[in-house]
């Protein structure tokens, strides 16, 4: 009996100090994953601007994320445009500002909704598809058979998606733009009548170029955080099967919180600018 | 086993030439904790084949995987062409590896593309200037060789595990490279489709004076293959010879492979 006393208290402090390391480990574990996706970052823009570009590649991947995306984008941004306005009557009528209605859903959608909705939907319909591409790649040794063909699998793979998805996303966003103020119209029609050239010049009387730009240049960032996060969470995964399902997750999660992590800093931004 | 008596269709290549083509000289290889690779010293001539054993995860995979460079050995001298590896420029690097095809153990075919584009790949990726037509033919003629043919315009996942196996024979065989590394060339195939492979290894083998390097567990294939065994164990070379000298060895472990 005697003996097992001297024993406890070692015990009990086992868990508290696996604990502190737990949390170092986790913390280092952090700022490596930060850092080896700073230089994976790097490394796209020192492969971007080298010869021989993959414009075949690029074309391609333009298309399955582009083209392929626009149905998707399209129907999501009716709904946001309909539902917007049908929800923000009941507000507006309150004031005797109904007349306001097309204004204010319009400045709303290309502001902010109809880049944030595409590309939340962006992040998790192609940066998913990226991560689960290039992980299944990664395991079935694609990769590396694309390697003894001589070929840069960063710049074949990594590159033409990154830039597919930076140059796709902004399209998709005016696409849905435009999807989402007729949704809005629709909206507008169900109860009042106003006609569709009276909407529109009413939309573009209340927006100016500078709500137009920040809300399409921001677009480009989301696009290249998708493609890359996807890329890199893809490139990166070295669990075998399991690895697939688990970086398309990854992609997803951290490319959607990128996307608002990147909104915030551009309403600070335009706002400095403005002011 | 009647396979004793009778010939092969083809003979094996008789190794007249004395040029090294390929020589390792104490190559070190080690994932963190796991020494892999040990101490590996062999050489191979032109146009010799030269069969790998050895029990699964001793590292042949990891060992020619160094020759192409998709693994960076850690100590040890290599040279291809007699051209010291780690001494020489990029191109130089790039040149010397354009000689030399890899069979993946897994096919690794690109899931993305066409039976089709998968030969065209690697032709489109080596000669950037390559007509339509010739490409044609080379891709008709690479799947006809592995019998094929009618499956050139579907997807990988539409064949069945041989028939991948031989489209990633095709595939690294339409440049006809100088070396080629199989990587468990027959595993996983049924009697006759092994035997077929091994005798277009042979054909190859005798058309183009290839060298080769054949990792197998397959006793039949080597035995067709083979001009000289190499044992792997332990991340070194535990026993060198040619089959009868190795299926005659003293050793009990080296004669279980033969068994
Ligand atoms: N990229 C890697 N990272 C870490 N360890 C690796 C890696 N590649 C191979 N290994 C390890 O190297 C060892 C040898 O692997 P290798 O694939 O060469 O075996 P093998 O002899 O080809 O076996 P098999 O006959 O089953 O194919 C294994 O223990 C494996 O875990
Ligand atoms: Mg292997």
């Known amino acids: 009996m005697q003996q097992v006393e001297p024993i406890n208290p070692p015990v009990e402090r086992i868990p508290e100090s696996t604990n502190i390391s737990i949390r170092v480990s986790l913390l280092s574990k952090f700022f490596l994953e930060v850092a080896s996706f700073s230089l994976f970052m790097l490394r796209f823009f020192k492969e971007v601007f080298k010869p021989p570009y993959e414009f075949n590649e690029l074309l391609k991947q333009c298309f399955l994320i582009g083209y392929k995306s626009l149905p ?44 944030v909705i595409s590309a939340l939907i962006f992040a998790g319909k192609v940066g998913s598809g990226i991560g689960a591409e290039l ?72 927006l100016e170029f500078k709500d137009l730009l920040p809300a399409i240049t921001k677009t480009f960032f989301f696009g ?12 990166n995964s070295n ?25 915030m800093l551009a309403v600070q931004i335009t706002s400095l600018m403005q002011s | ?79 291809i062409f007699g051209q010291d590896i780690s001494k020489i420029s990029k191109p130089e690097l790039i040149a010397v590896r354009k000689k030399i095809g890899f069979l993946f153990q897994s096919g690794a075919l690109y899931d993305s593309m066409s039976v089709r584009e998968n030969l065209e790949f690697p032709l489109k990726r080596q000669q950037q200037t390559i007509g339509d037509d010739e490409m044609d033919a080379m891709v008709k003629e690479a799947l006809g060789n592995v019998g094929l043919s009618e499956a050139i315009d579907k997807k ?50 005798n058309k183009f004076q290839t060298t080769s390097i054949i990792i197998t567990h397959d006793i039949e294939c080597a035995k067709r293959t ?34």
Not at chain 1, 172 to 177: A, P, R
Not at chain 1, 225 to 235: D, E, H, N, P, V
Not at chain 2, 175 to 197: A, H
């Open chain 1, 72 to 115: 998707l984008i399209g129907i999501t941004g009716f709904i946001i445009g309909l539902v917007l306005t049908i929800q923000s009557r009941p507000t507006l009528a309150k004031f005797g500002a109904v007349s306001w209605l097309p204004a204010m859903v319009g400045v709303s959608i290309i502001r902010e909704i109809g880049p």
């Open chain 2, 156 to 205: 990988p996942s539409e064949l069945s595990g041989g028939m991948r196996k031989r489209l990633g024979l095709a595939r690294t065989l339409i440049l006809k490279p100088e070396i080629m590394l199989y990587d468990e060339p027959t595993t996983g195939l049924d009697p006759i489709t092994s035997k077929e492979i091994s005798t277009l290894i042979l054909d190859v083998q």
């Open chain 2, 226 to 259: 083979a001009n000289r065994i190499i044992v792997l164990k332990e991340g070194v070379c535990f026993a060198e010879g040619s089959y009868t000298e190795l299926e005659n060895s003293g050793d009990s472990w080296i004669r279980s492979f033969f068994e």
């Open chain 1, 224 to 235: 290249f955080a998708i493609g890359l996060i996807g890329s890199y969470t893809g490139y």
């Open chain 1, 239 to 263: 669990k075998g099967t399991e690895g697939v399902g688990e970086a398309a997750n990854t992609a997803v999660v951290f490319s959607s919180l990128m996307v608002f992590i990147i909104d």
């Open chain 2, 1 to 79: 086993m009647n396979n004793n008596t009778t010939p092969p269709e083809i003979k094996k290549n008789e190794v007249h030439d004395n040029t090294t083509v390929v020589a390792m000289k104490h190559l070190k290889k080690s994932f963190g904790n796991n020494d892999v690779l040990k101490d590996i010293t062999l050489q191979i001539n032109k146009g010799e084949s030269l069969v790998i054993l050895g029990k699964s995860g001793t590292g042949k995979s990891v060992l020619i995987k160094c020759i192409v460079g998709l693994n960076v050995f850690d100590d040890g001298e290599l040279s």
């Open chain 1, 135 to 206: 992980a299944s790649m990664k395991v079935t040794e694609q990769i590396d058979a694309m390697q003894v063909s001589w070929t840069n699998p960063f710049k074949y793979l990594v590159v033409s998606r990154v830039l597919a998805a930076t140059l796709m996303l902004p399209l998709l966003v005016i696409f849905s733009d435009a999807i989402g103020l007729f949704g809005s119209f629709v909206g507008v029609n169900l109860k009042d009548h106003v006609s569709f050239y009276l909407f529109f010049s009413q939309i573009f009387q209340s």
